[in-house]
């Protein structure tokens, strides 16, 4: 009887979540007449399709590395390294509201600082260093650079408590052995925080493989070799694809991906929560 | 604590400057629209533009609708949970970080193709009942984090029961004793859905609705410092939502979480 009580919520979420997601999974296994097939599945072997993935993953890996790493030196920074509390404030108050400003305000910033008329396009110019042709926002280097700034303030937000959660006396126990700073952080430091770093890079890859609207405003939406959230986007208001099965099969795809890595994360933050 | 040394310095420089010409330059751009000079047309423009408002308006109403929406169906939930339910805890928890699984673009996509065909996808009204729905189910994870832990932090048994006692009926019971006991969390998970909301782009578009995240991108295509000018505002718009999460639960850390219109 008891349960009685989650049942609108539940109600709710099925209605809008579970059961549309579990119906496109089971779609991509049927063709157009509702017969059992792995067809769909196997028509993602297509190379623009595979080129797209690739891109996809490539792009969130360097993005979830290179924000994660940066983000790390910042935590870092405001924690261990003893910077100042209006610096650590600062830093955790702005990383809140950066974390959530994503999608097309995002990528026109990065219009306005590195597109042809951007401002630090003009300035490099006026020093004789043209970016353009050689760089292009709309590049996968142009997307990454923007990707990074909604990525260092996630690392930033999980890895500072983390940090700070590192115990003094370990230090202490290690300095009283002999043990340098940097022996410190090799030997213990690192393998204690290794998997809370590794959980939240996999995190940040998802955020990353999710993103839809930071790319979309970049590349117009029409791009060849473009992130798979914009091949799944034209499915919706064209059946770009003219294959009703493949497009379930791109989603597909997409689920399974995002549920390894929000698995990964959640395993790799059980392992460094033994520490606590 | 230790004196900071070079390096701590040298990184929080490097992000300083990373973070913040990007805002400068968008700020700069906006202010451009008129050659040579720097000045406030182009956010003249966008006040002058009957599209801004509507557009505005349309997002700022669905804004309030999923905030509705999401605490009539969070708040119960979690509290029922606390109550009586705990086993259920686990699965409740699970189901609400599903939106991180489901990419926003993946949810679109299901919604459209799963009720292609019915009044959801025929009509004006139905597709905007999706497009709150989609906007409940992606404010769920802050929210019933953030109302969870509200509720952690009160004694919801003893509210319960001496509420009882004195003859208090269920609704009385969620809204005058533990609704006030939990309304700054509440407020929270409504600032960060607002926030969501009003930047959303994806699912609005691909809706076919006329929100404010396709109007800023519409813009774009024909005008070219307009867009800034709405990207600084977006930005503002976020700032103070977050600021005043920020603000109202001072002491707290800051939570990280997968966010928002990516």
């Known amino acids: 009887m008891a349960w009685l009580g989650v049942v609108p919520f539940l109600a709710f979420i099925v209605a809008f979540l579970l059961w549309p997601a579990a119906s496109i999974v089971v779609r991509s296994f049927l063709d157009q007449q509702g017969r059992l097939t792995l067809q769909n599945i196997a028509d993602l072997s297509q190379p623009f399709i595979v080129s797209s993935y690739i891109y996809t993953i490539e792009l969130s890996a360097v993005t979830a590395a290179v924000g994660g790493l940066f983000g790390l030196l910042l935590a870092y920074a405001i924690t261990v390294g003893g910077l100042p509390s209006w610096a650590r404030a600062g830093l955790l108050g702005f990383s809140g509201v950066a974390s959530n400003f994503a999608g097309i305000p995002l990528a026109f910033a990065f219009i306005a600082t590195l597109g042809q008329l951007g401002l630090v396009t003009q300035w490099l110019k006026g020093m004789g260093v043209s970016l353009y042709p050689a760089f292009s926002l709309y590049s996968f280097w142009g997307l990454a650079i923007t990707y990074v700034y909604f990525q260092i303030p996630l690392m930033v937000l999980i890895m500072a408590p983390a940090l700070d959660a590192m115990r003094r006396d370990w230090r202490e126990a290690a300095e009283g052995l002999g043990a340098t700073g940097w022996q410190y952080w090799r030997f213990v430091g690192l393998p204690i925080l290794l998997p809370a770093i590794l959980g939240t890079m996999a ?6 493989f999710g993103a839809h609207a930071t790319a979309f405003a970049l590349t117009g939406g029409g791009s060849q070799s473009s992130v798979v959230t914009i091949l799944i986007g034209a499915q919706i208001s064209s059946d770009a694809l003219a294959n009703p099965g493949l497009g379930n099969a791109l989603a597909l795809g997409m689920i399974v991906i995002m549920t390894i890595t929000i698995g990964l994360y959640s395993w790799l933050q059980r392992l460094s929560e033994r520490w606590k | 604590m230790k004196r900071a040394s070079f390096w701590p310095w040298l990184w929080l420089a490097l992000g300083a400057a990373y973070f913040i010409i990007p805002l400068a330059a968008t700020m700069q751009f906006s202010l451009q629209a008129k050659r040579g000079t720097l000045g406030f047309t182009a956010y003249a423009n966008i006040f002058r533009d009957g599209n801004f408002f509507s557009s505005f308006a349309f997002s700022f109403q669905t804004a309030m609708a999923t905030i509705l ?9 979690a509290y029922w949970v606390q109550l009586r339910l705990p086993q259920a805890r686990r699965l409740i928890e699970l189901l609400t970080l599903l939106p991180f699984v489901v990419p926003a673009v993946v949810l679109v996509f299901s919604l459209a193709r ?9 009509s004006r009204e139905g597709l905007r009942v999706l497009l709150t729905g989609a906007y409940v189910v992606l404010s769920f994870p802050y929210m019933y984090r953030s109302v969870d832990t509200g509720l952690r932090a009160i004694n919801v048994r003893a509210l319960t029961e001496a509420a009882q006692i004195l003859g208090a009926g269920w609704p009385t019971i969620l809204l005058r004793v533990i609704l006030p ?24 578009s691909l809706l076919a609705q006329p929100a404010f995240g396709p109007y800023i991108s519409l813009l774009s295509s024909s005008k070219v410092y307009e867009p800034s000018a709405l990207a600084v505002v977006s930005f503002a718009l976020t700032w103070a939502s977050i600021g005043l999460i920020q603000f109202l639960s001072r002491g707290t850390p800051g939570q990280g979480q997968m966010a928002g219109p990516r």
């Open chain 2, 181 to 204: 006991n939990v309304l700054l969390s509440v407020l929270s998970g409504a600032f960060i859905t607002f926030a969501i909301v009003m930047g959303e782009f994806t699912i609005a």
């Open chain 1, 203 to 208: 995190l940040l890859f998802g955020n990353a």
């Open chain 2, 114 to 122: 799963t009720y292609n065909g019915t009044p959801l996808t025929n």
């Open chain 2, 69 to 77: 929406i999401s605490v009539l169906l969070i708040v119960p939930t």
